[in-house]
């Protein structure tokens, strides 16, 4: 049996020991204060610049995360544009051609109809006018630059029966440039570029780069490209009614394409592709239609449709 002074020390000995090692441990656990500071200034960062860019396309209302601005959007499709005219420049269609006078003439009115849907939808101050390129090729195929910048390939001309039927086409292009598409891919390119660099940083082996991308490609990349071609779809059945067009042309055009391909055999399946199936994108069509066809079957309308008609039979006779 200890005597009482020495089991006093014996217990003060040992919770002084006791202490110490809690508190070095303790001190182990904590993390410095620059950490701390970086990690939470990288979130407030992240965060500001996530909600500054945060967007809502027109009509459909979708949000999204684009970093890019019009401006200089509409500057690279400029040069872009300009690059492309050398590349094509033996194939072009002269503007007296038939095919060119149509392709003007319904883009014109197509245009007069995306100048006032950006005026509804505040979408910019200016509006730039359209180019309309029509270009010689066996490839059916239409697309569209910022800065409005319109490319048609004759080969298109094979499921494109009538102006109606052009007019879809046209207005799904123009509503990739109303809804800025261009921009928001260029966004996430960038955002996945910088995720690539971290991951060889993370894992300089490769093998956390080389599981990224694909997944990302599958998982967010095609499937937000066929949203965007879903989006074009219903913007452009808009724009054609509203430039007194008829909209249920949209759907003959895909069915005339799915029935070209036998309706589908041999494509790749829907989830690793950029589009939307011709089927997928015949049934949304069917959705938006009915919505489409009550500003087509507007009075004002009607007049316009009788006015398209002279229109047409004039540039037969004046280009037969």
Same mark, same amino acid.
């Given at each position: 049996?200890?005597? /009482?002074?020495? $089991?006093?020390?014996? #217990?003060?000995?040992?919770?002084? !020991?006791?202490?110490?090692?809690?508190? &070095?441990?303790?001190?182990?656990?904590?993390?410095?204060?620059?950490?701390?500071?970086? %990690?939470?200034?990288?979130?407030?960062?992240? !965060?500001?610049?996530?909600?500054?860019?945060?967007?809502? @396309?027109?009509?459909?209302?979708?949000?999204?995360?684009?970093?890019?601005?019009? @401006?200089?959007?509409?500057?690279?499709?400029?040069?872009?544009?300009? &690059?492309? #005219?050398?590349?094509?420049?033996?194939?072009?269609?002269?503007?007296?051609?038939?095919?060119?006078?149509?392709?003007?003439? @319904?883009?014109?009115?197509?245009?007069?109809? $995306?100048?006032?849907?950006?005026?509804?939808?505040?979408?910019?101050?200016?509006? &730039?006018?359209?180019?309309?390129?029509?270009?010689?090729?066996?490839?059916?195929?239409?697309?569209?630059?910022?800065?409005?910048?319109?490319?048609?390939?004759?080969? *298109?001309?094979?499921?494109?029966?009538?102006?109606?039927?052009?007019?879809?086409?046209?207005?799904?292009?123009? $509503?990739?440039?109303?809804? /800025?598409?261009?921009?928001?891919?260029?966004?996430?390119?960038?955002?996945?570029?910088?995720?690539?660099?971290?991951?060889?940083?993370?894992?300089?082996?490769?093998?956390?780069?080389?599981? #990224?991308?694909?997944?990302?490609?599958? #998982? /967010?990349?095609?499937?937000?490209?066929?949203?965007?071609?879903?989006?074009?779809?219903?913007?452009?059945?808009? *724009?054609?009614?509203?430039?007194?067009?008829?909209?249920?042309?949209?759907?003959? @055009?895909?069915? %005339?394409?799915?029935?070209?391909?036998?309706?589908?055999?041999?494509?790749?399946?829907?989830? *690793?592709?950029?589009?939307?199936?011709?089927?997928?994108?015949?049934?949304? *069509?069917?959705?938006?239609?009915?919505? %489409?066809?009550?500003?087509?079957?507007?009075?004002?309308?009607?007049?316009?449709?009788?006015?398209?008609?002279?229109?047409?039979?004039?540039?037969?006779? /004046?280009?037969?």
């Amino acid at each position: 049996m200890f005597s /009482r002074p020495f $089991a006093f020390r014996i #217990l003060r000995r040992n919770l002084s !020991s006791q202490y110490y090692y809690t508190n &070095k441990n303790n001190n182990k656990q904590q993390l410095p204060p620059y950490i701390w500071v970086t %990690a939470a200034s990288t979130v407030l960062a992240g !965060s500001y610049c996530y909600y500054s860019f945060l967007d809502t @396309v027109p009509l459909t209302q979708r949000s999204r995360w684009i970093a890019t601005s019009a @401006v200089w959007e509409n500057e690279m499709g400029d040069e872009e544009h300009r &690059k492309l #005219l050398q590349h094509f420049q033996r194939d072009i269609l002269p503007p007296n051609h038939r095919a060119s006078i149509t392709v003007h003439r @319904v883009g014109a009115r197509i245009a007069r109809a $995306a100048q006032e849907f950006s005026r509804e939808y505040k979408l910019q101050d200016s509006f &730039k006018p359209f180019t309309y390129t029509i270009v010689r090729s066996d490839t059916a195929n239409a697309f569209v630059l910022p800065g409005n910048h319109v490319f048609v390939m004759t080969g *298109l001309f094979k499921y494109v029966r009538s102006e109606d039927d052009l007019a879809a086409v046209l207005g799904h292009e123009v $509503a990739h440039t109303l809804a /800025r598409h261009a921009g928001e891919r260029i966004s996430s390119s960038v955002v996945m570029s910088l995720l690539s660099r971290l991951a060889l940083l993370l894992d300089p082996s490769g093998i956390l780069f080389a599981i #990224l991308m694909p997944t990302s490609t599958i #998982l /967010r990349d095609l499937p937000h490209s066929r949203t965007q071609e879903s989006e074009a779809d219903q913007i452009g059945l808009d *724009l054609a009614a509203r430039a007194c067009y008829d909209p249920r042309a949209a759907k003959r @055009v895909f069915q %005339a394409m799915q029935n070209d391909t036998g309706h589908g055999k041999g494509n790749p399946p829907e989830f *690793l592709s950029t589009h939307p199936s011709h089927q997928s994108r015949i049934s949304r *069509l069917d959705t938006w239609e009915p919505g %489409a066809m009550q500003v087509y079957r507007r009075d004002q309308c009607r007049v316009i449709r009788q006015q398209m008609e002279l229109a047409r039979q004039l540039a037969i006779e /004046r280009h037969p």
